[in-house]
């Protein structure tokens, strides 16, 4: 079946530190791939979204390419804020969503 | 901006009660969806629902498990029986069509504890 597998956390950066959040997938066809965030005390919100082999998607300074030879879709952030500080689902639709466990972030001043 | 809302934000149920989540997709939306997250643990998919019937259900959607779209606005969950192990987080979600380029939208969640 379809998976995801993301890196766990919690992750703890200082602001302005550069942000790599592993993301990779098993698939049995072409799915889509999202990353999804969810600040404290709010629902999911979509981040960023790819459709097809290296499209990269990009918002709020995020970004994240899918990546099919390596089955990836990897957010970074070349400089972290403190408002960045969220939980980070990456997830795969095809035909329904699946998602990973989700990464912790805290961004210290 | 629309967004998806849900009500209540936390609820508190006895085993064995019934309880009814209540969500208001974005209005234009015809494709509205189910999710659950136990603490600590994945986001898991429960069922999608479209034209008002069941489009998918995964194993998780029992018949302990039920959605009704009764009016032209609210899209709800009813858990009939409640068990310990339905404590979780629920999420409602709407999209616009039904592809897997199309963006789900999420609600806040409702934190349902079953004691």
């Known amino acids: 079946g379809n998976s995801v597998t993301q890196m766990e956390g919690p992750v703890t950066l200082s602001e302005e530190a550069f942000l790599t959040i592993n993301c990779t997938y098993t698939a049995t066809g072409y799915p889509s791939l999202f990353w999804y965030v969810q600040y404290p005390g709010e629902g999911l919100q979509l981040l960023l979204k790819?459709?097809?082999?290296?499209d990269k998607g990009s918002n709020k300074g995020f970004e994240a390419t899918y990546r099919k030879e390596t089955t990836s879709f990897h957010l970074e952030k070349g400089s972290v804020q403190v408002s960045d500080s969220a939980v980070y689902f990456c997830a795969l639709r095809y035909e329904k969503l699946t998602f990973g466990t989700g990464t912790r972030l805290t961004i210290i001043p | 901006e629309p967004e998806v809302t849900q009500t209540p934000s936390h609820q508190v149920t006895q085993m064995g009660q019934e309880v009814i989540l209540r969500c208001v997709p974005i209005?234009?939306?015809?494709?509205f969806y189910w999710y659950r997250q136990i603490l600590g643990q994945k986001v898991e998919f429960l069922v999608s629902f479209y034209n008002n019937e069941i489009s998918e259900k995964s194993e998780i959607f029992d018949d302990q498990f039920s959605v009704e779209r009764p009016d032209g606005s609210n899209f709800t969950l009813k858990i009939r029986s409640t068990k310990l192990e339905d404590s979780a987080m629920y999420f409602c979600?709407?999209?616009?069509?039904?592809?897997?380029?199309?963006?789900?939208?999420f609600g806040p969640g409702t934190r349902l504890l079953v004691l």
């Open positions: 979600a709407s999209s616009e069509v039904g592809t897997d380029i199309e963006t789900q939208y």
């Open positions: 209005s234009n939306h015809l494709y």
């Open positions: 790819a459709t097809k082999a290296d």
